[in-house]
């Protein structure tokens, strides 16, 4: 219906809402008999349609009616439940409800109004099927549109006019007071109901296409809506059901495509047709198309953005377990070379169409004579070319040899046939007739598909099974999952007998066939990933190492182009230190490679950068080596600091990019580059400080959240992602080396690990799971460290830790604040903070001390057996004298200063050692320091309020602990009385205690000394000093907090 023809019938029925007579067709005098007013109950009844509308109106304004209003009112009714869904039996509907509207105004349109809206309501989903939930949607989506018809010519566009609201549906009856307009909340209802099936989308869709003049700001729609903010409030709703819909339609298609992605997966894995995951496949794919359809209309309506629906995954040939039909495929790209040249690939493609021998060989039902079979087979067994099989292809058809008995003879035939040249021949002939040997075909492939599955796990070799299975795939033949499963079989089985040499033949006829064909091309490269992961399996042995790389070039062939390319020659002395490095580590002693090392042309860049590489990547090595590598470095490093540096710095470069990456193709690197780094940190190359920064790096990366929320999952670092507790666990099982440094900090790591373990997806898999006991268990031995049970307790104990190493610092600030005596704290808590300082770098000392220690003890074993190993070369080898008597010249000299450094490097640490005091001394010294002072504190109380005797010379003791006498400038309360007295007579006195130890007691007594005596003076400045350098301190300490 128009606009023009909208807005003139809601003038007209808007008058009739007030009382007017405005029914244009209306007689003087109309007709009450009751055979006239039946049959117009008669018609209404029967529906609304354009075909009965100009009987129906004839009626209505010739017939009474009045006697029979409450029966036209529920035939009306029952007529629009009827209405087809067509736009001019829809334009009919509302022609003939506006002409009773005009006639009967208020006691025709209230009844009706009430009880059509009570179709509007909505049962619960599970109460319902599947079949009446569709039916009811299909109905909705015609009600909708009647009723917003309705409501646009002034009919339906009010709940004001209706005197019972008790009648109203209830989903009408809670929002009579927000005032909406009725069309929106029947809107609202309608469109939630069912939506995770998709349905109420269709009701969406129909309303925009329908009604695009409700969506417009300004047209000619503005004069006849009643309610002005019915535009906006429908933009609002639709708006945000399409961005719904859309973000729907993006999961349910991330979802259909993993699950036909595990549908594959279990195929392949099986071997066999199963039915898993199509299930909810079936049941999700419906779902899907609704919302996508949904979604793209809506948003191309409202000018969004379309959702992003990535569907190159579909299920066909690859999903669905059957074989499929030939196809003639072209269009490759160049790189994409599938067939050798043109011919082979008409050969496998291009194949003759026999549809109408086929049809006339249906019609010809008669049996085929004998000596007509016997002469095809025999031509069969002699046929040698790509036509003469084709013609016996029509032969077969044509001569109507096709029946049980033929079909079983043909398969009998093919397993029979010894001739293994021909099975692609025979191969083309299934293909051929593919369309019409259903049957046949599943039974040959089932016996193929036997026979190959028992030569997996055997030690027997079929080559003509192999190469018939081959040949088929290559006509496509076979399902996918078939093929797939036996590729994937031989890879994980190759130490079987046998499977390598099987999966060889395979390779040979399908390798590149497999890599390049669109329809097989990402399986087959998930099983070359495969195939190189296995090869680096250390059980294998090294002929079937050889034998696998065989297999990769088969795949892979290298091209002309790169064979004939000039490729980089390495000279002997870097062929040398590659086979030195890669596949000899650990067959010579540390101190030989180190020495064959240190005779490499430092100054050649070629060859440096030669063994930069070899020293940086310690994946291509055996993991069992990588120790060895570690130590090596260690000892270059005495000569060769700044390559050592580099090579470290490029480890922790290359540390910090595989996280950035986070490609698991890359997952083994990973894990042999920080087992390096911890080695290198065993042999005291690495910092603590460095070492746990980066096991913090590996642990918080990805990770910005706080409390709660610190590891919190994201697409860097996903909760079922347990890659990281390899890496972590990989270090701490290699951790050997202990410092002191490490050992105060690594507690805390191992709380912040075993939290983060607990923010994974639970449980863990069992090799996680072992990786992580394994680890821990060790520090539970070693440290004491006590496992938490679950997420909560752990994060009790990680919040408890944290506050207890921040509590020693806290305390310190109250006690400097708060300082009891008051008089001289600067001179106290100076002397405390330098101890601190002192004792942390004594720390640092005697690890540097430590490692340097070991070093220099590995530096002369190591030297000792190169003195061996020279001594015995000098031996042997008489034409290498002079060359032995130089490198032992230069060893000696090496040794003088070598032995000058142990003597001071012993030196530094036995002094180093008698300052060092145990636990427990330390704990006696702090009890008796608190001792002290509180026997002072009581001893300044008890003479606060004597006199002060002066000039007394104060003596100054050595040590608190063993001395008699201890001078301690303290400013006491009444020395700042006394101060006050004599501020005008100069010069000023300050107030010192005087402590006189005699045995186990303890006097003080307090003494005034002149400002101006030189030892006065310097105590004076040096506590200002000391003050003002405190509050520095205490400035920057709780800017940092506070920032």
Not at 635 to 657: A, H, M, S
């Amino acid at each position: 219906m128009d606009d023009d023809r909208r807005l003139e019938l809601s003038e007209l029925n808007t008058r009739a809402w007030n009382g007017e007579e405005v029914f244009p067709l209306k007689q003087a005098k109309l007709d009450s008999s009751i055979k006239r007013n039946t049959g117009f109950i008669k018609k209404l009844k029967l529906g609304i349609t354009k075909d009965s509308k100009a009987s129906l109106l004839k009626d209505l304004s010739e017939v009474s009616l009045e006697k029979y209003l409450s029966e036209i009112i529920n035939t009306a009714d029952e007529g629009l439940q009827n209405v087809p869904n067509r736009n001019d039996d829809v334009a009919a509907v509302v022609e003939v409800i506006s002409g009773l509207h005009q006639r009967f105004n208020t006691r025709f349109t209230c009844e009706l109004m009430t009880l059509f809206l009570n179709h509007f309501t909505c049962p619960q989903e599970d109460s319902i099927s599947e079949k009446e939930a569709f039916t009811r949607v299909n109905k909705l989506r015609t009600n909708i549109r009647i009723f917003t018809e309705l409501y646009l010519v002034g009919i339906f566009n009010s709940l004001d006019h209706i005197t019972s609201k008790d009648a109203l549906p209830a989903f009408l009856r809670k929002r009579l007071a927000s005032k909406e307009s009725v069309l929106v909340i029947i809107l609202k209802e309608v469109l939630s109901f069912n939506f995770s099936n998709g349905l109420s989308s269709s009701i969406a869709t129909l309303f925009v296409k329908k009604f695009p003049q409700l969506f417009e700001e300004s047209n000619l729609a503005d004069k006849y809506i009643h309610d002005k903010d019915l535009k906006h409030s429908l933009q609002v709703i639709f708006k945000k059901f399409t961005e719904v819909v859309s973000t729907k339609a993006v999961h349910l298609n991330k979802r259909t495509k993993k699950l036909i992605k595990e549908h594959q997966k279990c195929q392949i894995r099986t071997g066999k047709e199963t039915d898993d995951f199509l299930e909810e496949y079936n049941v999700t794919l419906p779902q899907y198309e609704k919302f996508k359809s949904a979604a793209l209309v809506l948003t191309e309506f409202f000018k969004l953005d379309p959702p992003e629906l990535n569907e190159d995954v579909e299920p066909q040939e690859d999903e669905v377990p059957k074989p499929s039909v030939i196809t003639n495929a072209t269009g490759l790209s160049p790189g994409q070379k599938v067939w050798e040249n043109d011919e082979v690939r008409k050969f496998y493609e291009v194949l003759p169409n026999i549809d109408q021998l086929h049809d006339q060989s249906l019609k010809n039902n008669i049996d085929p004579a004998g000596d007509k079979v016997n002469n095809f087979f025999k031509e069969l067994e002699e046929a040698d070319t790509k036509e003469a099989i084709d013609h016996l292809s029509v032969v077969y058809w044509s001569e109507n040899l096709d029946n049980k008995a033929t079909r079983k003879r043909l398969m009998r035939f093919f397993i029979e046939n010894k001739d293994w040249s021909k099975l692609r021949l025979y191969s083309r002939f299934f293909a051929t007739n593919s369309k019409y040997f259903h049957e046949l075909i599943e039974e040959f492939v089932n016996y193929v598909d036997s026979g190959f599955r028992s030569q997996l796990h055997s030690s027997k070799i079929n080559v003509k099974n192999i190469i018939f299975f081959s040949e088929m795939v290559k006509f496509m033949q076979l399902p996918v999952y078939l093929i797939f499963h036996k590729i994937r079989t031989l890879i994980i089985n190759l130490h079987v007998p046998n499977n390598i040499e099987i999966l060889t033949v395979v390779f040979e006829h399908l390798g590149i066939f497999l890599i390049n064909k669109p329809e097989y091309k990402a399986h087959m490269e998930k099983m070359m990933a495969l195939l190189k992961e296995k090869k680096r399996d250390r059980q294998l042995s090294i002929n079937l190492k050889g034998a696998m790389d065989n297999l990769i070039t088969l795949v892979y062939p290298p091209s002309i182009k790169s064979l004939n390319a000039s490729t980089k020659e390495l000279s002997p002395e870097q062929q040398f230190y590659h086979i030195l490095i890669k596949r000899e580590l650990q067959s010579f002693e540390i101190g030989r490679v180190v020495k064959l090392l240190r005779r490499a042309h430092w100054k050649d860049k070629t060859v440096t950068d030669t063994l930069f590489d070899l020293f940086v990547r310690p994946e291509e090595l055996s993991y069992q080596n990588i120790s060895i590598l570690a130590k090596v470095l260690s000892e270059l490093y005495k000569y060769q600091r700044n390559f050592v540096i580099d090579c470290i710095d490029e480890l922790l470069e290359k540390i910090e990019r595989g996280l950035e990456l986070n490609d698991f193709t890359h997952s083994m690197h990973r894990v042999a580059e920080v087992r390096y780094l911890t080695e290198l940190y065993n042999f005291a190359l690495v910092k603590p400080n460095v070492l746990l920064d980066t096991m913090y790096l590996i642990l918080k990366y990805g990770h910005n959240g706080k409390g709660s929320y610190l590891f919190s999952p994201n697409d860097i670092d996903e909760a079922d992602n347990y890659f990281k507790i390899q890496l972590l666990s990989t270090m701490l099982l290699n951790l050997r080396r202990n410092t002191s440094l490490l050992s105060k900090k690594l507690p805390l790591y191992l709380r912040f690990y075993e939290y983060y373990t607990f923010t994974k997806e639970q449980p863990l898999p069992q090799e996680a799971l072992f990786n992580l006991q394994t680890s821990l268990q060790k520090y539970v031995d070693q440290d004491g460290f006590e496992r938490s049970s679950n997420l909560q307790e752990s994060a009790v104990r990680l919040t408890s830790m944290v506050k207890s190493l921040s509590g020693p610092d806290d305390a310190k600030k109250e006690t400097s604040s708060a300082d009891l005596t008051k008089t001289n704290s600067g001179a106290d808590s100076s002397d405390d903070e330098s101890d601190h300082e002192q004792d942390d770098e004594d720390e640092e000392e005697l690890s540097g001390v430590d490692d340097t220690v070991e070093d220099m003890d590995e530096e002369a074993e190591g030297e000792e057996d190169e003195s061996d190993e020279d001594d015995e070369e000098s031996e042997d080898d008489e034409d290498g004298d002079d060359e032995d008597a130089e490198s032992e010249d230069e060893d000696d000299s090496y040794k003088d200063v070598v032995a000058d450094r142990d003597i001071e490097q012993k030196r530094m640490y036995d002094e180093y050692q008698a300052k060092l005091k145990d636990d427990n001394e330390r704990k006696m010294e702090d009890e008796l320091e608190q001792q002290l002072q509180k026997m002072m504190q009581d001893s300044m109380e008890s003479r606060k309020n004597e006199k002060i005797a002066t000039a007394k010379i104060p003596l100054v003791g050595a040590n608190k602990s063993n001395s008699n006498a201890v001078a301690e400038p303290v400013r006491t309360e009444s020395s700042e009385q006394e101060k006050s007295q004599v501020e005008s007579q100069p010069p000023k006195r300050v107030a010192f205690t005087f402590l006189n130890k005699s045995g186990k007691k303890t006097q003080s007594r307090t003494l005034r000394l002149p400002s101006n005596v030189d030892f006065v003076s310097g105590v004076l400045e040096e506590e200002e000093r000391l003050k003002s350098e405190r509050e520095k301190i205490k400035n920057i300490v709780l800017q940092r907090a506070y920032d």
